[in-house]
């Protein structure tokens, strides 16, 4: 059955495993299974969420360190479940990855805080356009004003690893949030794309005039087209990675029979 409605992360996923895409998007297999850096990024992401919106609902203009920490804390302590696992050849355990959330948070407030000043306008906030047919959704982490006809997608990284500019114009993501922010405010003359890494405590941004994007949206779909040859031909493969490792379909998969190099958090 053809899929109508896409996002980067569907895409995404199809590009790095075909035979993964099916699992989710196709056979509806859901796992609750998730990665402990997945679970960090989740809790540090609704940490951030939570102060913005405080200064958009209610005006808030002052938090204490001590007050965003205990609220990181709370989501951790809620949202926790055991099928959070790590590979197993990372010794890190459950509290230094809260530690690390910490200490992302504290940074953050050491650069931004107490006030929080900037001049954010919505925060998760859910987009969605049309492409020539095709249904696109994304979700952006934050969205500033930068003029009064300027605006600042911002994307938060809890991951180590680090693009630079140029990688960053290649970025599908970013691509797609600019593609649904010039389709949302066509009005808007100039969009700057950033990733925030929060590890490093480091912006890197660019431009949006600075990709093609009437190249991309060609790429995009046909990219969206291959996705769909494969359904219409039930043509799904394995393509072994790194990711593999943080991937919880090993028993379904036919390029797997060994033990999955994970272990679960208590």
Sequence with gaps: ?????????????????????????????????????????????????????????????????????HYFKEQWKDNWHYSIRRFKYIKQKKADYFTKGTNFLVKYYHSFGPHFDQKVFKVE?????????????????????????GMHIIDYKTGKNMLDEKKLKKDMQMSIYALALVNQF????????????????????IDSSEIDINSFSLSLKENIKRIEKSEHE?????????????CYYWKECPAKFEKHPSIYLK
């Design 1 to 69: 059955m053809k899929t109508r409605h896409y996002s980067y992360s569907k895409i995404n996923l199809f590009n790095c495993c075909s035979l993964k895409y099916k699992f989710i998007y196709i056979d509806k297999n859901y796992k609750i299974d998730e990665s402990i850096e997945a679970f960090l990024g989740k809790m540090v992401h609704k940490t951030l969420e939570w102060i913005y919106m405080q200064k958009l609902e209610d005006n808030k203009s002052y938090y204490s360190l001590d007050s965003i920490i």
């Design 125 to 149: 906030e859910k987009f969605e356009f049309q492409l020539d047919g095709y249904n696109i959704k994304a979700i952006i982490d934050r969205v500033d004003w930068e003029s009064d006809s």
């Design 186 to 205: 066509p009005e808007i003359d100039n969009i700057k794309l950033s990733h925030y890494y929060l590890a490093m405590n480091k912006l890197v941004s």
């Design 234 to 246: 039930n043509k799904f493969t394995a393509n072994e990675s790194k990711l593999c490792n943080w």
